[in-house]
């Protein structure tokens, strides 16, 4: 019913930048927020930012400064621009999507297949 794809993510050395996009479709009605969690290895998820349908943001302390999260409400696209980033940033980053699908009342998350980011030092 419902399908977040992203793309984006690789490899890049310490200091480098990243974007990583993730669009969804299939019979959604409405999304309130659209945001990037990551997990690394050994590791729980983790927030990394979130963004509502009126732009308000909310970013992880670790990230702030760094990363920029948008969204395209018109096309159900979140991006995350990521700058300067570190060794601790590897992780697998997965979107994340609050929606109500067309016909079916209630909202709930819908999560991506996630993608790697790896930052050499």
């Known amino acids: 019913q419902v399908q977040l794809v992203e793309s984006g993510g690789g490899l890049v050395q310490a200091g480098g930048s990243l974007g990583l996009s993730c669009a969804a479709s299939g019979s959604i009605f409405s999304i309130s927020t659209m945001g990037w969690y990551r997990q690394a290895p050994g590791k729980q998820r983790e927030l990394v930012a979130a963004?509502?349908?009126?732009?308000?943001?909310n970013y992880a302390d670790s990230v702030k400064g760094r990363f920029t999260i948008s969204r395209n409400n018109a096309n159900n696209t979140v991006y995350l621009q990521m700058n300067s980033l570190k060794a601790e940033d590897t992780a697998i980053y997965f979107c994340?999507?609050?929606?109500?699908?067309?016909?079916?009342?209630?909202?709930?998350?819908?999560w991506g297949q996630g993608t790697q980011v790896t930052v050499s030092s």
């Open positions: 963004i509502t349908s009126g732009g308000r943001t």
């Open positions: 994340n999507a609050n929606l109500q699908l067309i016909f079916v009342s209630g909202q709930r998350d819908y």
